[in-house]
């Protein structure tokens, strides 16, 4: 990927469990958001930390950043069986145009 | 649910014929975009526009064309399709210049046979 890395790339988990999820990137950014995406459809906007934020929550879902490692987590408390999708990290870098997304995880939650 | 829409859903075409993609949106967004994403694996951005007669190429080569006549139009046009181009198409479209929040369409998925 030109920008973004997460790892696992597959994540299953028993409903109720906590999911975690990291995304790695290569330039300095602005901003980090993720995303997620239902299987044969769009993406949908989660969540925005800027680079001068360290941790940000919305609901169950609690996001990290560390931008020393270029680095970000994100965290999804006590799962539940329609938080199955795929998670992409996006990063909106201080030079060029693009906005780069990473190759995504995808979480299976068993109920 | 976002305001943006694309049609078809899916798409079906044989090798040569010219298809275009459909993406409009209602929120008055300047910025839109295509992305091409193969299951299971990362988006691509394929061009992207910045309003009205302004298009750019992204980073992933494309033989697609793109125009951007109103603000709130962004088709994709493939002149001549082939097997290759057998992918998911997403359009996006955001606002502000410092958040730059994507909003995605429910995306087209292409089958060239």
């Known amino acids: 990927s030109q920008q973004g890395e997460e790892d696992p790339q597959a994540l299953s988990i028993q409903e109720g469990e906590n999911a975690t999820m990291n995304c790695s990137y290569k330039t300095s950014i602005n901003n980090l958001q993720w995303y997620r995406q239902n299987s044969g459809r769009g993406l949908v906007h989660l969540i925005l930390i800027r680079s001068n934020e360290r941790e940000k929550h919305s609901g169950r879902l609690r996001v990290t950043l560390d931008t020393s490692k270029k680095s970000s987590s994100l965290l999804i408390t006590a799962s539940r069986a329609a938080d199955t999708a795929s998670y992409f990290c996006a990063t909106d870098p201080f030079t060029g145009n693009q906005f780069y997304f990473g190759t995504g995880t995808s979480l299976t939650v068993i109920p | 649910e976002a305001d943006i829409y694309q049609t078809p859903r899916y798409l079906v075409i044989g090798t040569g014929k010219k298809i275009t993609l459909e993406c409009s949106q209602t929120m008055g967004h300047d910025k839109m975009y295509w992305y091409q994403q193969d299951p299971g694996m990362e988006l691509h951005l394929i061009h992207y526009s910045y309003g009205v007669n302004s298009t750019e190429k992204g980073d992933l080569s494309s033989e697609s064309t793109v125009s951007r006549i109103r603000t709130e139009h962004f088709p994709l046009t493939l002149e001549s399709a082939r097997p290759s181009h057998t992918s998911q198409y997403l359009c996006?479209?955001?606002?502000?210049?410092?958040?730059?929040?994507?909003?995605f369409g429910p995306g087209t998925r292409l089958l060239v046979l």
């Open positions: 996006a479209s955001s606002d502000s210049v410092i958040q730059e929040t994507q909003y």
